[in-house]
């Protein structure tokens, strides 16, 4: 290291071996006192609010698939067009809590 750099280093550290490495407190994610109970309960209603809309939305494609079958395709195209949203859709409510745990 050049004199100048291991200078730099003291004036910047304050130490003579060079710089240090600062660690930053990573703490697990928890929730605020009194908070666990409701928020569970808003994101079990939630889960359970779209596994009925993605039911729902399974049947209506399947409804229009069905009645688009006779001189109506393009109805019973936009019903299979439909399905692989409903399917998405449902797949990242299943998996919200894994895909938000990688995150934290």
Excluded: E
């Amino acid at each position: 290291m050049s004199l100048a750099l291991h200078l730099a280093a003291q004036a910047l550290t304050g130490s003579p071996s060079g710089p240090r490495t600062l660690q930053v407190p990573d703490p697990p994610a928890a929730p605020p006192p009194g908070f666990a109970g409701p928020v569970d309960t808003i994101l079990g209603w939630i889960k359970w609010s779209a596994i009925v809309a993605g039911s729902v939305g399974m049947s209506v494609c399947g409804l229009m698939m069905i009645l688009g079958r006779r001189n109506r395709s393009s109805l019973a195209a936009d019903g299979a067009a439909g399905i692989p949203y409903v399917l998405l859709g449902l797949m990242i409510v299943a998996a919200g809590s894994a895909i938000a745990g990688v995150f934290l």
